[in-house]
């Protein structure tokens, strides 16, 4: 039993290992790809359009390919307050980032996403009212200050670049935090979901697209005296970038259905590292010695984030296991029932009129409800009154 699961955590463990490596390589390259599109193509919502058809396009053969299972149907008041805002999200995100990387260079566009953690701690104050540790405060800040340095230093600033980053930044951060929740409130196939934001994201930005792009399209002569192989070329990158869109996409929801919310985020930090790299040795955009320093430490930031994040959850599993192994400790000492004197036990094993006068213990963490129940009736934690469920009891106790 133990070699099995040590071979199942090894198989996981590379698994996870191939993915990060394949998103990281199709992420790199795709932002590459997308800045020489807008370069000589700046038209970001035409892009973010292919994107979004890309996903309904190739998603589905896939899907019926790998057979993946059709999931229950989803209660319509759920769909409109989680599943249509989601794919609002997905949109508003693919426009944001896309306008972002046209304006200004990729790896100062990733620069300015590398301050998710901050409107992550922000947004989690607001909406779950979660509080952080001091170190998790703290580790913010080289975050900030490496996305000061950055800025003040940037040779290509431009304003809506940053405030489209900005934009696309926090989107993504809400996206990461509901699509986490949607998949474990519906049960739904990873990508089901993906299949489903895709195809609506595509009718909410098609009505946007005709009125932006579409109508620029017929309209500006420039766009016409073009020769065909530039529509040619311009239409292989858009296929190749709808492409890697979709194939990231498919892989980082993959990611986030097995791993957990921390471990997401280092891999998308070391993800950020590898793009911003990438796009400095191939586009060769102008940068500064300090402009590099300021991308490194609000990268370093991010990992301390990161890791200052853990140690509170750390600490925080310590802090609810100690109350429930005590809580716990003194119901098993009043199952100690043979050693009481009240009274002959039963053939059971236990006495029932000392039964009825034990307090009502109950711990939330523990999932354990000591109500008195009556024979036949299952309390919240499965109690019934039985000695073997007794056992079961000091078991789990022991463990």
Known sequence: MVDREKTELYRQAVRIVFLCSVWFTISSGGNVINKLLLNEFPYPITVSMMHVLSVCLYLGPIMRMWRVPLHKPVASSYYMKMIVPLAVGKFWASVSAHVSIWKVPVSYAHTVKATMPIFTVILARLITKEKQTTKVYFSLMPIV????????????????????????????????????????????????????????????????????????????????DKEQWFWVRILGLLVTSGFCNFAQNIVAFTVISIVSPLSYSVANATKRILVITVSLITLKNPVTSTNVLGMLVAIVGVLAYNKAKYDQRQEEKKTTLLPTIHKNTLVHNHFQLESQPNGPTSASGYNPAYLNNLPNFSSSSSGFTGNRSTPGT??????????????????????
Not at 211 to 220: K, V
């Open 145 to 224: 200050l490496g996305v000061l340095v950055a800025t003040v230093t940037e040779l290509s600033f431009d304003l809506i670049g940053l405030l489209s980053a900005l934009s696309a930044t926090i989107t993504f951060a809400l996206q990461n935090i509901f699509s986490k929740k949607a998949l474990k409130e519906t049960g739904m196939h990873h990508l089901r979901l993906l299949h489903v934001l895709g195809k609506l994201a595509t009718l909410f930005l098609l009505p946007i697209w005709i009125l932006m792009d579409g109508s620029r399209f017929l309209t500006e002569e420039s766009l016409s």
């Open 378 to 399: 299952t309390s919240t934690s499965g109690y019934v009154g039985s000695p073997s469920v007794m056992s079961q009891t000091r078991t789990y106790m022991d463990v």
